[in-house]
């Protein structure tokens, strides 16, 4: 650990890859977060290996694809016997802990099965998956939603704001020109400040309990995972951030009327969701990408206050920094809104990691255009802290050739993410039952092909038609081209880490276990 004590490992919630300064946006200034991207690699394609929040997480969690490890939706448990990165490290004695959102679920059959609960120690570690809560908040609190355990809302109401859910009714809800209360849940007020003041809205409140956490954790190393929770939806900024971007700095949606034509079954479903057809509306997005780009900025101003911090604790010299996204946000582009199906504004996400050893000086302020995936992170925490863990489970490929040298001889080829749509209206709509709601999507350099379970697939040529707006999913001149992608996609689907109760060596010594114990099978 000489190199490496600590590391910050911030995420972002529905922030897309191309909403940051340094990644090219040209009205969204983000200096920190590109101070950030100059004292470390920035790796422009990265992406997640399942464009929705909970499965996303789980997977940059345990290092494993989504039908692996099993919690394929935001509110499906991550199996009891799955490892996260606090299993992975805590044995090498570092404090591996949470401020802000996980969307972890406990498995509440998987404890009863064990006789625990969550109210003991094991079982509430496992029911946090191995983080440690020092500030739990999923950002998800609407009022039909049990508030008992949200200490946002206590805070809250200490500094006065009143009500039963302050979250709810200031921190994401406005003052209509008349003075009424008006929710954040609707888009059309996303024009309006949030009630609650700046300083103490989610982001900044936040960032201070990371730096708490930080002040309480200077006697061993440590791994905080500071989770964000805008700029996800409710899209509503306070002020100042709610009116520093106006309507004619929103970029035009990603999309042509040809998507319009014959759209592909599941495609269509979710144009068709009302998420989809509000933000393929104009006045939608301009009320809301404004809101939506304050969001990030205000993100951008803690990212600054952070580094301050640490740079005056002397903690830049031995933290690594992870900067990055669980998913995207379509805003319009190829006719939808929100998140889950494969396009680049959905699934590809911002990545940049800061090193702070000096082996990783010569790749400082530098880009990186392998393709990488979420679950790669864990092998590379992994081999920051020179873990011994075994990493039979694991289907990542860490990165720290990428940033210490040398670069990997042998990179993959092409990223693999997957969707489980049995939860959405456009299951419905396409006429899927619970286990048919699938579809996956694997990207090389040149092709995107996506296999849906029960539909033709998609396949989009990136050098031809970078904005994805041909699809020649049943385009016979490019049937070969489709062939070899389903045989592709086949191999990574069966290379997965099913076997998971025992580790290679294990496996790989069972001939001599035999033969030592004295079976003989087949022997004349």
């Not at 199996?79 to 990165?85: A, F, R, S, W």
């Not at 109401?157 to 609707?186: I, K, V």
């Not at 970029?251 to 599941?266: F, G």
């Not at 490019?478 to 290679?504: G, W």
Request: aromatic share 10%.
């Amino acid at each position: 650990m000489a190199d490496v004590r600590n590391i910050l490992f911030i995420m972002c919630d529905q922030l897309r890859w191309d909403y940051l300064s340094c990644t090219g946006h040209p009205t969204l200034s983000t200096p920190n977060i590109d101070r950030l991207a100059s004292m470390g690699v920035r790796f422009d394609r990265a992406f997640v290996n399942a464009p929705v929040c909970g499965p996303s997480r789980m997977s940059y969690y345990t290092g494993r694809t989504v039908f692996s490890h099993g919690a394929t939706w935001n509110f499906v448990p991550l199996p009891i016997g799955e490892l996260t990165l606090g299993d992975y490290l805590r044995p090498s004695g570092v404090r591996v802990a949470v401020a802000g959102k996980t969307h972890v679920r406990q498995d509440s059959a998987g404890l009863a099965h064990l006789g625990l609960t969550a109210d003991t120690e094991i079982g509430a570690r496992i029911a946090e998956g191995a983080f440690e809560p020092f500030e739990r908040d999923d950002g998800l609190h609407p009022p039909g939603l049990d508030q008992s355990g949200l200490s946002y809302n206590r805070w809250l109401a200490a500094q006065g704001y009143d009500g039963e859910n302050p979250w709810n009714d200031w921190a994401n809800a406005a003052t209509g020109p008349n003075g009424e209360t008006l929710s954040g849940w609707n888009l059309k007020n996303s024009i309006y400040p949030a009630r609650v003041k700046e300083e103490h809205s989610e982001t900044p409140y936040i960032t201070n309990r990371g730096i708490e956490f930080i002040e309480d954790s200077k006697d061993k190393p440590w791994l905080l995972h500071l989770s964000y929770i805008k700029p996800h939806w409710p899209y509503i900024a306070p002020a100042p951030y709610h009116a520093m971007f106006t309507q004619d700095q929103v970029l035009p949606a990603i999309k042509s009327d040809r998507e319009l034509i014959d759209p592909h079954p599941v495609v269509r479903a979710f144009m068709n969701m009302e998420v989809g057809q509000s933000f393929a509306r104009e006045d939608v997005r301009g009320a809301v990408i404004p809101a939506y780009m304050g969001l990030i900025k205000q993100i951008d101003d803690q990212i600054g206050q952070l580094l301050d911090y640490l740079e005056s604790a002397n903690l830049l010299t031995q933290t690594m920094i992870v900067f990055t996204s669980d998913h995207g946000d379509y805003l319009g582009d190829h006719w939808l809104g929100e998140k889950e199906l494969f396009h680049e504004s959905s699934v590809r996400v911002p990545l940049i990691i800061v090193d702070p050893s000096s082996a990783a000086d010569h790749t400082r302020n530098s880009v990186c255009h392998h393709l990488v995936e979420a679950i790669d992170l864990v092998p590379t925490f992994l081999d920051a802290y020179q873990s011994k863990a075994s990493r039979h489970r694991l289907e990542g490929q860490s990165l720290m050739g990428f940033l210490r040298g040398p670069t990997p001889s042998a990179w993959r080829d092409a990223v693999f993410s997957e969707l489980d749509y049995a939860f959405y209206e456009a299951r419905e709509l396409a006429g899927q039952g619970a286990n048919d709601s699938r579809a996956y999507m694997l990207r090389t350099e040149r092709w995107k092909y996506i296999y849906y379970k029960g539909f033709r697939p998609q396949l989009f040529d990136l050098k031809n038609d970078p904005n994805e707006f041909v699809d020649l999913g049943l385009d016979a001149t490019y049937a070969l081209v489709r062939n070899d992608m389903h045989a592709k996609l086949l191999e990574r689907l069966t290379d997965r880490r099913n076997r998971i109760s025992t580790d290679d060596e294990w496996v790989l010594s069972a001939r001599d276990r035999e033969v030592g114990a004295g079976i003989v099978i087949g022997r004349w």
